[in-house]
T-cell receptor, first 110, second 117 residues
Framework: ELKVEQNPLFLSMQEGKNYTIYCNYS?????LYWYRQDPGKSLESLFV?????AVKQEGRLMASLDTKARLSTLHITAAVHDLSATYFC??????????FGTGTSLTVIP | DTAVSQTPKYLVTQMGNDKSIKCEQN?????MYWYKQDSKKFLKIMFS???????INETVPNRFSPKSPDKAHLNLHINSLELGDSAVYFC????????????????FGPGTRLLVL
């Protein structure tokens, strides 16, 4: 079974700072997704990464994928309070299964 | 215009009762899922249906029974509710594509917050 590990589990960072969330997965994955969940809300897709070296950026968030290292990163640049949420790394492979990481709860403080 | 909808959004009930949660998607997807999110926000898949056929049935008590009347609907019925069933239940849908059968991005419903007293 594909296992997905994220770290850190909890992250408290100051506004304006940069930080990276790491996602390691145990076996081959066809696709890697990053989702965001605001407190008390549903999950929203942020990025889907399909191939080795893929990089996607949206605003202050940038996601990358290294399939050889089985590693994806979500980099936060100049954090703002609106980015406070839980971020999930999710892998999928052939079939109907999605494998969720434990989530990283991010709090951005003034 | 809601892509994936769930009813009800909140459900407070007594132990031992039977309840149902409904899910509908209007995205034309062929695969639907039920997830349980516990208080630590960990998401656990419960069931998955592809074209009304049960594909994934994780280790879930048989008090939980999914039903998919058509591709756009996946309902969850829970018998004899227990305290430990209290959680947020998310419905999701996606589209199976490509020759190798890979799922596209999942879209999630708003969640149903179940509290068993």
């Amino acid at each position: 079974e594909l296992k997905v590990e994220q770290n850190p589990l909890f992250l408290s960072m100051q506004e304006g700072k940069n930080y990276t969330i790491y996602c390691n997965y145990s076996t081959t994955s066809d696709r890697l997704y990053w989702y965001r969940q605001d407190p008390g809300k549903s999950l929203e897709s942020l990025f889907v990464l399909l191939s080795n070296g893929a990089v996607k950026q949206e605003g202050r968030l940038m996601a990358s994928l290294d399939t050889k290292a089985r590693l994806s990163t979500l980099h936060i640049t100049a954090a703002v309070h609106d980015l406070s949420a839980t971020y999930f790394c999710v892998c999928s492979n052939t079939g109907n299964q999605f494998y969720f990481g434990t989530g990283t709860s991010l709090t951005v403080i003034p | 215009d809601t892509a994936v909808s769930q009813t009800p959004k909140y459900l407070v009930t007594q132990m031992g009762n039977d309840k149902s949660i409904k899910c509908e998607q209007n995205l034309g997807h062929d695969t639907m899922y039920w997830y349980k999110q516990d208080s630590k926000k960990f998401l656990k898949i419960m069931f998955s249906y592809n074209n009304k056929e049960l594909i994934i049935n994780e280790t879930v008590p048989n008090r939980f029974s999914p039903k998919s009347p058509d591709k756009a609907h996946l309902n969850l019925h829970i018998n004899s509710l227990e305290l430990g069933d209290s959680a947020v239940y998310f419905c999701a849908s996606s589209l199976l594509t490509g020759a190798r059968g890979v799922q596209e991005t999942q879209y999630f419903g708003p969640g149903t917050r179940l509290l068993v007293l």
